[in-house]
């Protein structure tokens, strides 16, 4: 939850400015949201590795597995959003010619 909301925090800069955006704004924002979408997931991946090391139980552990492959998936669907806003900010940059 807390990497969802890091997230929208990133997008929302995209969204407020769309008069006037520049594709390079558009490649910087998008790295930006790629590089924290990445950092999300490894923060995650340490806080559940630790969590795993210090639990002996086992229906604990294997909860904790699945959210470590889940974080995996949850950086996937950051990624695909970033490509999304990404995709719409150059729309934004480059607006068709009338």
């Known amino acids: ?3 969802l ?3 929208m925090i990133v997008l929302a800069p995209i969204a407020a400015r769309a008069d006037g955006v520049t594709v390079d704004q558009c490649e910087a ?5 790629l590089d924290a979408a990445e950092a999300n997931r490894e923060n995650s991946l340490k806080h559940l590795e630790y969590q795993l ?3 002996a139980d086992d229906e604990q552990s294997a909860r904790l597995i699945a959210e470590m492959e889940g974080a995996w998936d ?5 990624r695909n959003h970033a490509a999304i ?14």
């Open 5 to 7: 909301l890091i997230l």
């Open 1 to 3: 939850m807390r990497s």
């Open 74 to 78: 949850l950086e996937e669907q950051f």
């Open 85 to 98: 806003a990404h995709r719409d900010c150059l729309k934004a940059a480059n607006p068709p010619k009338p």
């Open 29 to 33: 924002d998008y790295a930006a949201m």
């Open 53 to 55: 090391r210090r639990t």
